[in-house]
């Protein structure tokens, strides 16, 4: 207990400096960097160029193998044949040439036909070009002047047709020789002189050339094609580069230089990453953190004790961790713990998220049995079973509750289990099943006890006043509240129907309509001290304030508050709750003592008749204050009637405006006037009308 209340102590003193903020911002952000640092850190291999490897080596990364793609680029571009296309237009040009030439051969002949042979010969030459000249010879020409123009015209027409026949023909290269013959053959055939046929044989062949030739952009296409059609050669992350006993041969060995498992270098990406993804968790926290108090001064309390949780959990995970050569050891981390205590002390909003941020990190922290980062079956099952530690708590707040609360998260863990191995179509034995599903079952075990025990610590060294220990103050069981029904049976009536009151006007405001309820319960607790000196426990008695003066009731009445603070300390109750009994009413004047003391000529002053306060400064104490003088007022009436009712609501509360009651609490007035109306509405359904039954006369039996 020393040790708690040290902690209390220390933690009051520094918890509204704005640096205690960012020194827990900071130090969440280390703690969750140090835990995940070492397992996003990329692995390296000490091995050498045809070593055996002692165990089967995985691709850590997808990344392509570009010397592969290449290789195999190169060996589609190889694999294709020469492209080949039928050039039909060769035909027409070759024509054009026969045709050309003997239109040569007639237009000399006609034109000079008074001149010598030899000089017909030069014009010919020099009328076909060089290169035709040098193709034939003097006398294959001299064949074609010494023919008559129906000659010529004759075997240019059969020269023409021979040609263009073989010539639509598909002739490879190679294959024109034999296509040369076919044509000197058919020439050789026709009707005309044997030295014409001669001529003819040698322009036909000198006509036929390959028209079946290599096609360069045809080529390069289908080439293109081909190496375009080759997908990249990937190596895939988990896909086995190396297996057991197997020899690192060169290619292997630039296999695994490319994956990065042989690079000493120290790439800064993953730890930037890691920094990025820690600073956006705890960033996103953070912000949900102010949701639930925008005050510098809880919100520290929450951070801290949200830090604790937090760090208490990663480090559960990370000594589990280094036990993963057991497969199945993540599945016992007891995550629902986290949850349930973050729903329970703080919010559930931010207990739902806190199952997303321990996925990340779980599936980050387990991941040794996977090739990437992260482990994203163990992440989808630590979600899950911290969600379903928010779900099966919902109704079940109470602490007694918390362990059939692990027996559901258990059965949830295993369902989730058996789901996601299912999804994954794999091959499991019994042994592996039953290890599995005992890990289920021992997380939700051990959520539960650990929270069991940490709530107390928790509770008690932040002064956290969750649900559950309100649930437990409420229980008309409780030592306090068994003293009030004891030795003062009127207060304890009246602190009932206060409680209704405020519990129904803080719902209808928004504030925390449990918290005022039960700080209803105790709020009058001071009045045990001195029970007689209260209306509402005289029963049957002289009223002892008739016999005593004014001051001295005046100091009795005042004391109560205090009275009651001191006794909620000494049982250690919540500070909420202690805050309530001393504030429900602030400043106000004792009216009553006040005007008595005037009566009897004293010269007094309003100041002296006060309460010492502090005056409300939550929602939750003004309302109580409020309902504590407005039920004992409507109880004080002869005929309550609702217009009475209201009447008597608005002037209390408007005597404390006036007053200045709630001038260091966040009241509006809009809320002022709603929690009004919904008293006046629970105070008419309390003092409703009721039926005059008329009343039986008994008739007296004479007797016979």
């Avoid at 034109?111 to 010969?121: N, P």
């Avoid at 076909?128 to 034939?136: A, K």
């Avoid at 989808?380 to 609360?405: D, E, P, T, W």
């Amino acid at each position: 207990m020393n040790i708690l209340k040290w902690l209390q102590d220390s933690f009051r003193k520094v918890q509204n400096k704005r640096i205690v903020t960012i020194s827990l911002y900071l130090l969440l952000c280390v703690v969750l960097y140090v835990s995940l640092y070492s397992n996003i850190q990329p692995e390296r291999l000490n091995v050498t160029l045809y070593s055996v490897s002692n165990k089967d080596i995985l691709s850590p990364i997808t990344v392509e193998d570009w010397e592969l793609t290449v290789r195999k680029r190169q060996e589609a571009d190889a694999a294709v044949e020469d492209q080949y296309i039928l050039k039909t237009e060769y035909a027409q040009n070759r024509v054009d040439i026969v045709s050309d030439i003997f239109d040569s051969a007639i237009r000399v002949k006609s034109d000079s036909e008074d001149v010598l042979l030899d000089k017909q010969l030069e014009v010919l030459q020099k009328d076909i070009g060089e290169e035709f000249s040098q193709v034939f010879t003097n006398q294959e020409l001299t064949y074609l002047l010494t023919s008559s123009l129906a000659q010529l015209d004759t075997a240019k027409n059969t020269t023409i047709t021979a040609v263009q026949a073989i010539m639509k023909e598909r002739i490879s290269v190679g294959e024109e020789g034999e296509k040369k013959e076919i044509i000197a053959n058919d020439l050789r055939n026709v009707n005309l002189p044997s030295d014409l046929k001669q001529t003819m044989v040698v322009i036909g062949q000198y006509a036929i050339i390959p028209n079946y030739v290599y096609d360069v952009k045809g080529t390069a296409e289908k080439k293109q094609e081909a190496m375009e059609s080759v997908e990249p050669v990937k190596i895939r992350a988990g896909q086995v580069l190396v297996k057991e006993g197997q020899t690192i041969d060169r290619d292997v060995y630039r296999q695994l230089d490319l994956v990065g498992l042989l690079d000493e270098t120290i790439h800064p990406l993953p730890y930037i990453g890691l920094v990025l993804l820690i600073g956006s968790v705890v960033m996103v926290t953070l912000n949900f953190l102010r949701e639930v108090e925008n005050d510098s001064h809880s919100f520290n309390k929450y951070l801290f004790l949200y830090f604790l949780i937090y760090a208490i959990i990663i480090g559960l995970m990370k000594i589990l961790s280094l036990f993963q050569h057991f497969s199945v050891i993540g599945f016992a981390v007891p995550v629902a713990m986290a949850t349930m205590l973050v729903k329970m002390l703080i919010n559930e909003r931010l207990a739902i998220l806190t199952s997303m941020t321990l996925a990340i990190c779980g599936s980050l922290i387990f991941n040794e049995e996977t090739v990437e980062p992260f482990n994203y079956i163990i992440g989808v099952y630590i979600f899950l079973s911290g969600m379903s530690g928010v779900v099966f708590l919902r109704r079940h707040n109470r602490r007694s509750k918390i362990l059939q609360a692990g027996f559901y998260i258990s059965a949830a863990n295993m369902i989730v289990i058996s789901s996601l191995f299912m999804i994954k179509n794999g091959q499991y034995t019994s042994m592996e099943v039953g290890s599995y599903l005992t890990m289920a079952v021992l997380s939700g075990f051990l959520s539960a006890v650990l929270t069991l025990g940490l709530m107390p610590f928790f509770e008690a060294g932040f002064g956290m006043l969750s649900t559950m220990k309100l649930i437990e103050l409420s229980n008309p069981n409780h030592p306090l509240l068994r003293k009030i029904l004891t030795e003062a049976p009127g207060t304890y009536h009246h602190s009932i129907m206060v409680a209704n009151l405020s519990e129904s006007a803080c719902e209808a405001i928004g504030a925390d309509g449990f918290l005022a309820r039960v700080g209803a319960f105790y709020h009058d607790i001071g009045k045990t001290k001195r029970p007689r000196f209260f209306i509402e426990n005289q029963m049957n008695m002289e009223n002892p304030h008739d016999n005593i003066a004014p001051q001295l009731s005046k100091t009795i009445i005042t004391a109560h508050p205090y009275d009651g603070s001191s006794m909620l300390k000494e049982h250690r109750l919540p500070q909420e709750i202690i805050d309530i009994a001393e504030q429900h009413h602030g400043t106000t004047l004792l009216k009553y003592f006040y005007h008595k003391a005037k009566e009897n000529s004293v010269d007094v002053s309003e100041d002296d008749f006060r309460y010492p306060g502090p005056k409300a400064q939550t929602k939750e104490s003004a309302i109580v204050g409020i309902a504590d003088s407005v039920e004992a007022a409507v109880r004080s009436m002869s005929n309550p009637t609702p217009k009475k009712i209201e009447n008597l609501v608005k002037n209390i509360i408007s005597d404390r405006l006036q007053d200045g009651q709630f001038d260091e609490c966040d009241l509006t007035l809009k809320e002022i006037d709603i929690a009004a109306k919904t008293m006046c509405e629970t105070l008419n359904g309390i003092f409703h009308s009721r039926i005059e039954y008329p009343e039986i006369q008994e008739k007296k039996v004479k007797q016979a």
